[in-house]
């Protein structure tokens, strides 16, 4: 069949365009507001994960949406195929930045030394910070089992030069200074993960060691969220291995 309206074929394939833009937009939309702060973090971030599951229905309507284009002559072709692509595309966009998540331990604090975190001084640690966890011992069990390797560096510098780059790292990183003690050894600054930009502090220790050199340890912590989705380990291996690199 090859001719007529097909009013069918037409209406399946703009409900699955307009279901796909509509999920990407009240993404957009959500995650920006919430990058401007005017909505909160959290509920941004749920936008973005309730337009998962939308974008995937638009794409598989929009199959769907083809197949009866395929049968009656290609009516609405454009808006069945717009569909599949935007549809589709969020999906998979989604589902592969959201991957970390079933590779890393659900955690959001993180540490090169779990015996003696560096501690902040001028940021506060959320008091909730346990979420997810309960205990400090869950906490370091996890934190163990998914970052095994993460562990401070020794720098050939004083501790003063040390945190003196580490700012100037930092800076260059778009970070907000919060505190920069090269006489402490200390420097606080709050991190941004992802197009919301999720506020995470961090702090970088550097003591001067006996035998020569200076041991640099450093702590990010995510201010809301469970699982950071190891977005504060990568940081952590980045800024030192910048750090290290002279």
Do not use: C
């Not at 749920?46 to 229905?57: E, I, K, N, R, T």
């Not at 998540?101 to 090169?112: E, F, G, K, M």
């Not at 370091?140 to 998914?146: L, N, P, Q, R, Y």
């Amino acid at each position: 069949m090859t001719n007529g309206n097909h009013p069918w074929t037409r209406r399946i394939s703009a409900f699955a365009f307009v279901l796909a833009i509509a999920a990407v937009l009240v993404a957009f939309i959500g995650m920006t507001l919430a990058r401007y702060d005017l909505v909160g973090k959290l509920p941004g971030f749920m936008s973005f994960l309730y337009m998962v599951p939308v974008a995937g229905v638009a794409a598989l309507v929009g199959v769907i949406a083809l197949i009866m284009n395929w049968r009656t002559g290609w009516p609405a072709a454009k808006k069945a195929l717009g569909a599949v692509l935007i549809g589709g595309g969020a999906f998979g966009a989604a589902t592969l930045a959201m991957s970390p998540a079933s590779q890393v331990p659900a955690i959001h604090d993180i540490t090169t030394d779990l015996d003696s975190p560096p501690a902040f001084t001028e940021l506060s640690i959320p008091e909730d910070n346990l979420r997810g966890v309960d205990t400090v011992e869950k906490w370091k069990e996890m934190h163990v089992e998914g970052y095994p390797d993460l562990d401070g560096i020794v720098v050939d510098a004083t501790p003063a030069d040390v945190i003196a780059k580490a700012e100037q790292l930092a800076a260059d990183r778009g970070w907000t200074i919060a505190a920069a003690a090269p006489e402490e050894g200390r420097l606080e600054a709050v991190s941004y993960a992802s197009w919301i930009k999720f506020e995470d502090i961090v702090v970088v220790q550097a003591v001067a060691l006996e035998e020569g050199g200076t041991r640099v340890d450093m702590r990010s912590v995510s201010r809301v969220g469970v699982s950071d989705l190891g977005e504060n380990a990568k940081r952590i291996r980045a800024f030192l291995a910048d750090l290290q690199a002279g």
